[in-house]
């Protein structure tokens, strides 16, 4: 069992920036994958970022591509997504993922996510 705690929200500007956090307890022992998803107000779930335990090779969404930069931090089972350069249509509520693998896409399908956090809002306005 993994137990993900996102941090990190807030409300901002466009061209803004933010940082989310999210902290794993638990079986963090494990070689999880860990990703970002994120859901707008009446849209469906739309997978943002994904970095693999070794964090060697981060994956992008093309909507947040150059925008957005994951990391981890595996000696405080953390991941956080800093988000720059921020767009109203970035509005929505972010949740952290973990999955067995971040190859071919694998974490980009929230049917293969093994555990959630309960989600940070991000706001952003013109």
């Known amino acids: 069992q993994v137990q993900l705690v996102e941090s990190g929200g807030g409300s901002v500007q466009t061209g803004g920036s933010l940082r989310l956090s999210c902290a794993a307890s638990?079986?963090?022992?494990?070689?999880?994958?860990l990703a970002w998803f994120r859901q707008a107000p009446g849209k469906g779930l739309e997978w943002v970022s994904a970095?693999?335990?070794?964090?060697?090779?981060?994956y992008y969404a093309d909507s947040v591509k150059g925008r957005f930069t994951i990391s981890r931090d595996n000696a405080k089972n953390t991941v956080y997504l800093q988000m720059n350069s921020l767009k109203p249509e970035d509005t929505a509520e972010y949740r952290c993922?973990?999955?067995?693998?971040?190859?071919?896409?694998?974490?980009?399908?929230?049917?293969?996510?093994?555990?959630w956090g309960q989600g940070t809002q991000v706001s952003v306005s013109s």
């Open positions: 970095l693999s335990r070794a964090g060697v090779t981060p």
């Open positions: 993922a973990a999955c067995a693998s971040c190859r071919a896409g694998y974490c980009a399908k929230s049917s293969n996510v093994l555990y």
């Open positions: 638990g079986d963090t022992e494990s070689s999880y994958c």
